[in-house]
Every structure is written in structure tokens, then in C-alpha cells.
């Protein structure tokens, strides 16, 4: 992978197009996560080509039913529960009001199974699928409903294209029987006007480790906490700071308690861009300990602004990670050497410092305006196969 950076054309296509996208969430969600910004940050640099878009997606309380954000025209109804029973009305008003040439579905949850409502040319985005890994999360009952509502999907989408966001992702479909040819790796990019090193910044005096994202129970926050706890004596000043809320807030809570860490421990809650940010590049690592991802946005955030990660090595983590260079992984669950990683970078500052310049630039590596260069090509292609 380069780093050259294709810029945005609006004559990438011959004629414009009017894509439909259908997504679960979108960005103004109070639950939107990684998901929703690789499809909106693709999505926009779509218009801004001369493509015309719209995104079916579930409504939330004070959410408008219709709206336009950057020229992308939002159409919300059911809420999180209830949208995919609320696909197949709204398709087929939408495809009675107005003319599209393909349909991008973005399954990152239960799949809506477009193609069983509609006829246009699809192209299937998936970030990752649960499989087993969603009874980490919920429920058995609610588990079983997901799990097996992935199962149909190499038969209801038979003969469409999938884009996915890494290789781990692919690897996944074709074990599941979709045909390696019909699978297209599309990385995701940075925004790298937001995410990078800022030489006013300083990394903090003392250790400083991060954690970034939602407090869900897959995303195995404890075990960083059990691994923070080991090293906690050697490293008296070091600090933890967890950014991001989710419902097992509550337990990680009770957890740091018994682990007798509460003094060095910060929940942020909810944070603005610029004061993640700001942590990123002061951080001495981000630590991402989850069970299962479709990629590692955070990973190369982190990078971009100069900080090293340390991850559990995991489809989708370890596609974004480049072991040595811009991190380190270690087997998912080992909270051992997850804590044996941790005091390496904490107390080795050339092995520090190789990490952030590493980071720094295989970051470099990935940026949205290429992911949209590539995945419209993925559009050319279906809509004019078809």
C-alpha cells in the first residue's frame, strides 16, 4: 500500500449516479460507531464527485425524519429495534418516488436482505459479522437471533459483490461460502485534518495509556484493566484513561474498584473530537483489547497522531496494525502479555520512540479520499455489469 493520495474527480464515472445506501445507523446517532463512519465518510466524497445519495436509516429520539447533511439526503424511520422490518416499506417508497441505479447495503448487524425487495444492481458493504462472537455481547436469545440471521446471507446475496474493510472480513465470506471473486478488500482511510501529530503537543511526563471506544462488553475493556493492574506498582505515576460510554460502564466500574485502581483510572464518558484527540497525542500507547472488529479505525488514529498501539490479535485489529512498526499484538484474552507489552513500551524509550515514527507513517497509508476512489470504481463496476 502507498501513500499517494488520489484526489476526488467529479468525471471518475461517465455519468453521475443516484446511489441508495441503507444503514442501520447514521452519524448523528447517539449510537453511531465505526461502522457508520466509513459508510458517511465514503458516501460524502461520493456527492462531492457528482454522485447523488441517499441513506435509508433508523430514526432516534430528536432525530428528523428527513434532512440533508452535506448533500446527502437522510430518510429515518423505526428506531434501533425495529429498523430492518422497516426496510422493505421503505424501499419500496422509495423506488416508486424516485429512480436509483444501485443499492449499497452496509450489514453490520441483522442483514435487510435488499435483494428480496428490490432489483437493482447491489453492492453488499459489510464491516465484519458476529458469528458466535455476538453471545459475548447479548443475551443468548437476541444472540441466536443474530447469529442465525447471518446464515442466510451466501444464498439471499448470491451473485452480488461484497466490499469489505480488511482482509480478515474476506477471509470470513469465503469461509462462508461467497465466492472469493465476488469479494473486494477496500481499506478504510483518516482523517488525517483531524487525527495528527501536533508539535505543540507534548506526550504526557508520566505514562499515560488509553483506551478509545464504546464500553461493550466484546470490546473486553476489563481485560486491559487486569492488565493495568499487574504493572500498576512498577509504574507508580502511570495513569489510564478510558474514553467512550456503553452499558458495561456499570461493571468495569465495580471491576476497577476490586481491583483496588480507582485513583489511576479516568472514565471519560462521551468526549469531543478535539479532546479525544488531544489524548491521542498525548498518550504513551491506546491499548485496543477486543474480542472482534472489522478493522482498527482507533488503531490508525492513534498512529496519526503519533502514538503506538498495543492490541489484542484479532480479525480485523490485526489488519490495521503493523506488528513492530505501529504496534504490537498479543493473543486475545493473555492478560499477561498484554501486561508484558505494556511495560516494554512503557519503559523502553527507543523501543517507544521506534513505535510512534513507525506509526506515524503507516498511517500515511491510509486515507478516505482513496477509499472512495476505490470503492466508486466498485460502483462503476456493478452498476455497469448489470
Known amino acids: 500500500m502507498g501513500s499517494t493520495v488520489i484526489p476526488l474527480s467529479s468525471d471518475t464515472l461517465p455519468m453521475p449516479l443516484k446511489i441508495l445506501a441503507i444503514n442501520w445507523r447514521d452519524l448523528k446517532n447517539p449510537l453511531a460507531g465505526g461502522a457508520e463512519?466509513?459508510?458517511?465518510?465514503?458516501?460524502?466524497?461520493?456527492?462531492?464527485?457528482?454522485?447523488s445519495v441517499t441513506l435509508l436509516t433508523s430514526n432516534f429520539p430528536g432525530g428528523a425524519k428527513e434532512e440533508m447533511i452535506e448533500r446527502v439526503r437522510m430518510v429515518r424511520a423505526g428506531n434501533d429495534y425495529t429498523f430492518n422490518w422497516c426496510v422493505p416499506f421503505m424501499l419500496k417508497k422509495e423506488l416508486k418516488k424516485n429512480s436509483y441505479d444501485i443499492v449499497l447495503e452496509d450489514i453490520n448487524k441483522v442483514p435487510f436482505y435488499s435483494p428480496l425487495f428490490q432489483k437493482l444492481p447491489t453492492l453488499v458493504v459489510v464491516p465484519h459479522l458476529f458469528a458466535d462472537a455476538v453471545f459475548q455481547e447479548i443475551n443468548f436469545v437476541l444472540g441466536l437471533y443474530i447469529y442465525l440471521a447471518e446464515k442466510p446471507i451466501p444464498r439471499v446475496y448470491r451473485g452480488r459483490k461484497f466490499c469489505v474493510i480488511s482482509e480478515s472480513t474476506r477471509q470470513d465470506l469465503t469461509a462462508r461460502g461467497i465466492p472469493p471473486e465476488d469479494v473486494r478488500v477496500v481499506y478504510c482511510?483518516?482523517?488525517?485534518?483531524?487525527?495528527?501529530?501536533?508539535?505543540?503537543?507534548?506526550k504526557e511526563k508520566e505514562p499515560l495509556v488509553v483506551y478509545l471506544g464504546r464500553l461493550k462488553k466484546y470490546k473486553s475493556v476489563d481485560h486491559l484493566l487486569g492488565a493495568f493492574a499487574k504493572i500498576a506498582s512498577d509504574f507508580s505515576k502511570a495513569r489510564l484513561i478510558i474514553i467512550g460510554e456503553g452499558d458495561d460502564h456499570p461493571r468495569l466500574a465495580d471491576l476497577t474498584r476490586k481491583l483496588g485502581i480507582e485513583s489511576r483510572v479516568?472514565?471519560?464518558?462521551?468526549?469531543?473530537?478535539?479532546?479525544?484527540?488531544?489524548?491521542?497525542?498525548?498518550?504513551?500507547?491506546?491499548?485496543?483489547?477486543?474480542?472482534?472488529?472489522?478493522?482498527?479505525?482507533?488503531?490508525?488514529?492513534?498512529?496519526?497522531?503519533?502514538?503506538?498501539?498495543?492490541?489484542?490479535?484479532?480479525?480485523?485489529?490485526?489488519?490495521?496494525?503493523?506488528?513492530?512498526?505501529?504496534?504490537?499484538?498479543?493473543?486475545y484474552g493473555q492478560t499477561d502479555r498484554l501486561a508484558a507489552h505494556l511495560r516494554d513500551v512503557l519503559s523502553n524509550p527507543p523501543l517507544r520512540q521506534k513505535l510512534e515514527e513507525g506509526a506515524l507513517e503507516w498511517a500515511k497509508n491510509f486515507s478516505w479520499d482513496?477509499?472512495?476512489?476505490?470503492?466508486?470504481?466498485?460502483?462503476?463496476?456493478?452498476?455497469h455489469k448489470r
Open 37 to 51: 463512519v466509513h459508510l458517511e465518510e465514503n458516501l460524502r466524497r461520493f456527492v462531492k464527485m457528482g454522485h
Open 189 to 202: 482511510g483518516t482523517d488525517f485534518s483531524l487525527y495528527s501529530k501536533d508539535p505543540r503537543v507534548d
Open 266 to 331: 479516568t472514565y471519560t464518558g462521551f468526549a469531543p473530537k478535539e479532546e479525544k484527540v488531544n489524548w491521542l497525542q498525548k498518550a504513551w500507547v491506546v491499548v485496543c483489547p477486543s474480542l472482534k472488529e472489522g478493522w482498527g479505525l482507533t488503531n490508525i488514529e492513534a498512529n496519526a497522531c503519533g502514538t503506538p498501539v498495543v492490541c489484542a490479535d484479532v480479525p480485523g485489529l490485526r489488519d490495521s496494525v503493523a506488528p513492530g512498526k505501529s504496534g504490537l499484538l498479543y493473543p
Open 370 to 383: 482513496r477509499s472512495a476512489e476505490e470503492m466508486i470504481k466498485l460502483v462503476e463496476e456493478v452498476v
